[in-house]
């Protein structure tokens, strides 16, 4: 049951007569699909989340019959602040604009991103692009912070139906590059595999038989002794999709915080994950006409790219 009292939305919550879980933390995370494990914890030490009307720690054990009461404030609506900061513009017309996004950008305010993104640069350069949902005008597709390369922004509603169609429908191109561990066992294939939240850890995604489906096109560009360059076409545009996907058959992204292996294997001076927005394909919805936008290599990651050519050379 959910409700809002005093700009708090508060959820109650009954355990069953065996719970799945047995700490506090995971069982509220668990049966609250929206709330991360560590928002969760948050909630906790700030005394929002209750047991029987009293306060309780995160490693508390719950029990059968145990009425816990979440209390989590109602987000307030966010005004957009215009920024003036470094945007690389691919293309631009009437329409839409296409964006070379650099590593390290967030594509739209969030939680612990208010300014500072892409949506804040786009509203300094385009004053009237205040289209679609509220905190993200115009976003037609995301790509993740540490990763690098093009997407495309509608700059009208009409232009972010048609758009958002060829999305929907398969229809617009978006390949990536993107470095993984280990040598892929066949030269091109697909990875057809449903992904969902992970049913442990609530800040990363997983291959699961619940998930939405999800497809990915490889192939090889070139090897790279202990490591692989492949070149990896969306179908479908699930949260972390590649990432998971890869990691999913045992080839993680080098570099991957999340998902890769960084224990194991060196990332050679790399700071965030191989992966870059290549190229991108759709179709004008003014004009009518398909345009496609290539992208290369940012210097970190071409540099990575000539330091795994230079150990295979040298063996």
Known sequence: MTHEIDRQAVIELQ???????????RYVA???SSLSRSYVQHLIEAGHILVNERPARASQVVQPGDVILVRQPVPQPTE???????????YEDADLVVIDKAAGMVVHPGPGHPR??????LLARYPDMRVGAEVRPGIVHRLDQDTSGLLVVARHEQALRALTAQQQAHEMHKAYLAVVEGPMKELEGVI?????????DRQRQAVVTNGRAARTHYRVREQLGAYTLVEARLETGRTHQIRVHFAH???PVLGDPLYGRRKSHPTFGLQRQFLHAYRLGFVVP???VWREFTSPLPADL?????????????V
């Open 15 to 25: 355990v069953p007569p065996q719970p799945a879980v047995a700490r506090l933390d």
């Open 30 to 32: 668990l049966a609250v």
């Open 80 to 90: 957009l602040v215009a920024e003036e900061l470094p945007l690389t513009v691919v």
């Open 116 to 121: 500072g993104t892409l949506v804040n640069a």
């Open 192 to 200: 057809d595999a449903p992904i969902g939240r992970h049913p442990r």
């Open 249 to 251: 058959q045992q080839r």
């Open 286 to 288: 003014s004009s009518g």
């Open 302 to 314: 071409a540099r990575t790219l000539e330091k795994l050519r230079s150990l295979v050379r040298a």
